[in-house]
C-alpha cells in the first residue's frame, strides 16, 4: 500500500495524517507542549494505530512546521508554505489564496494556476494577528475560542480595539470590561481586529484567486466573516483546517516516492 504521513509540529498543537494514493486513511492531534518531539513521536504513533498499520509500512514521513527540524523520524522537511499550497491545489485544482491562521503567525500564500507558489506573504513578528491573540483575548474573557465566537455572533454594537499590539490590546480590552462594555460587543470587536489585519495582508495580493481559508483559525465562523467583511472577499473554509498543512506534507511524501521509485 502507498502510505505516507505529514506531520505538522505548530507552536500551539502538533498534527499528522497518514495518507494512502493521497486520501486521509487516519489523522490525530495533540497539544504540542515543552517537548515538541516527544509529542510528534505519540502524535504520530497515534495516527499509524488509527490507521491500522505498521510505522514500517510508511514510505515516506514529512514533517513540516515550526518544529519541524527537531522531528528525527522524518524522511523529508518542507515548510508550511510548501505544505499548505500542496494540499489547498491538490483540493481545489486551481489556483488560489490561502490564508493560514496559525497559533503563532499567518500567511497569505498565492498559488498559480499549475500548483506553484508565486508569492506569499507572513505576518510572525507579534502575535496580533495570530490564533495566540485570539486565544489571549478569550483567557481575559474568561472563555475558549468557541466561546468567544459564540459571543461575537450575539454582538449588535461591536466596539473598536485601537492597539496593534498584543499586549497593548490586551490592556484595552480590560479597560473595556471595567467601563461595562458588553462581551458580545467586545469579543465582535476582537474578531473585527485581527481581520483587519488580515484583510491588510489580503489587500495585497491579486483578487482574481479563490480565497480559501485553513489552520486553527478557520474553525471560528466569526473570524471568518470578519476577514470576509473587511476584505470584500468570499471565503471557502477547507475542509479539516487544521489538519490541512499536514495533509499538504503528506502528499508531498507520496511524490517524493514516486520519484524515487
Known amino acids: 500500500m502507498n502510505y505516507t504521513a505529514g506531520i505538522d509540529i505548530g507552536s500551539v498543537t502538533t498534527k499528522c495524517v497518514v495518507t494512502r494514493d493521497s486520501e486521509i486513511v487516519a489523522k490525530a492531534i495533540a497539544r504540542t507542549g515543552v517537548d515538541s518531539e516527544k509529542v510528534a513521536c505519540a502524535v504520530l504513533a497515534e495516527t499509524v494505530e488509527c490507521a491500522g498499520i505498521r510505522e514500517s509500512d510508511l514510505a515516506v514521513i514529512v514533517s513540516t ?20 499550497g500542496n494540499a489547498a491545489y491538490h483540493i481545489l485544482r486551481d489556483g488560489c489564496l490561502v490564508i493560514d491562521v496559525g497559533g503563532q503567525d499567518t500567511k497569505i500564500i498565492e498559488v498559480n494556476a499549475s500548483g506553484d507558489i508565486s508569492d506569499f506573504l507572513m505576518n510572525d513578528k507579534c502575535a496580533a494577528g495570530t490564533g495566540r491573540f485570539l486565544e489571549m483575548m478569550a483567557g481575559v474573557l474568561e472563555t475558549d475560542l468557541e466561546g468567544l465566537s459564540q459571543l461575537a455572533r450575539e454582538s449588535s454594537n461591536p466596539v473598536a480595539i485601537n492597539a496593534t499590539c498584543s499586549v497593548f490590546a490586551e490592556s484595552e480590552v480590560v479597560s ?11 469579543a465582535k470587536g476582537i474578531f473585527n481586529a485581527i481581520g483587519s489585519r488580515i484583510a491588510g495582508m489580503i489587500a495585497q495580493f491579486s483578487a482574481r484567486n479563490k480565497a480559501v481559508f485553513c489552520g486553527g483559525g478557520a474553525k471560528s465562523e466569526a473570524l471568518k466573516q470578519s476577514i470576509e467583511a473587511l476584505s470584500g472577499r468570499k471565503i471557502t473554509v477547507l475542509p479539516e483546517p487544521q489538519f490541512v498543512v499536514a495533509f499538504g506534507a503528506a502528499l508531498k511524501g507520496a511524490s517524493i516516492k514516486k520519484e524515487s521509485t
Open 176 to 186: 473595556l470590561i471595567a467601563h461595562a462594555a458588553g462581551k458580545e460587543d467586545i
Open 65 to 84: 512546521g515550526y518544529g519541524r527540524r527537531i522531528f528525527k523520524r522524518a524522511t523529508a522537511v518542507i515548510t508550511e508554505i510548501s505544505a499548505a
